[in-house]
């Protein structure tokens, strides 16, 4: 495991075509039923600076296969366990977390759920960085930032997923593409310095 929290990737533009068609997944209520945990994580409450926050979950739609197929043509090359376009619940607020079946998420984000939301990394108080999956944290005084970013629309962005990450500062519904992976290097494009 690598222990950088992100890194911006050269990879080709989704054409809008795809973007579309993909949207109209979201639209038809297309969910991933293989991805029934998510709608779970929005019951859960964490506290931040002494205040409670409900936590959003990313909703997560299958894909037609044109635009799978596209992906693995212009994007990927192996280690794939997963392909999908995602909406985040109403409310402000991703917890702290890890993923539960990737240990790297590429993104692409169509609309960024805010003005300028950040994702976030932290370090749990006696924990290592690199994290099991499916990890949590609800109280953020145990928690210490180690990186934070903003992500624009329309860019490709990798991130470590098995560092405890969340987003902050949603004002509105987050859309965009996720490529689960288990090798971060398993890419068409190189890493953006």
């Known amino acids: 495991m690598y222990e950088w929290c992100y890194q911006f990737v050269d990879l080709p533009q989704i054409p809008q075509e795809f973007i579309d068609q993909s949207l109209q997944a979201i639209t038809a209520n297309h969910l991933n039923e293989e991805r029934w945990w998510w709608p779970q994580t929005a019951s859960e409450v964490d506290s931040v600076d002494n205040k409670l926050k409900q936590n959003v979950s990313f909703l997560q739609y299958k894909l037609p296969n044109n635009v799978i197929e596209w992906f693995n043509e212009n994007v990927i090359i192996s280690g794939c ?113």
């Not at 990186?147 to 987003?167: A, D, T």
Request: aromatic fraction near 10%; charged fraction near 25%.
């Open 81 to 193: 366990n997963a392909i999908h376009i995602s909406k985040t619940t109403d409310g402000d607020h991703k917890g702290a977390h890890t993923d539960k079946t990737r240990d790297y998420v590429l993104m692409y984000l169509i609309e960024l759920g805010g003005e300028k939301p950040y994702t976030v990394w932290y370090q749990e108080k006696n924990q290592p960085v690199i994290r099991e999956k499916k990890a949590r944290v609800h109280d953020y005084n145990l928690l210490t930032e180690i990186e934070r970013v903003h992500i624009p629309q329309y860019k490709w962005c990798i991130l470590n997923s098995r560092i405890i990450h969340g987003v902050d500062s949603l004002t509105y519904n987050r859309v965009g593409f996720q490529i689960g992976l288990t090798d971060p290097f398993e890419l068409r494009g190189k890493f953006i310095d």
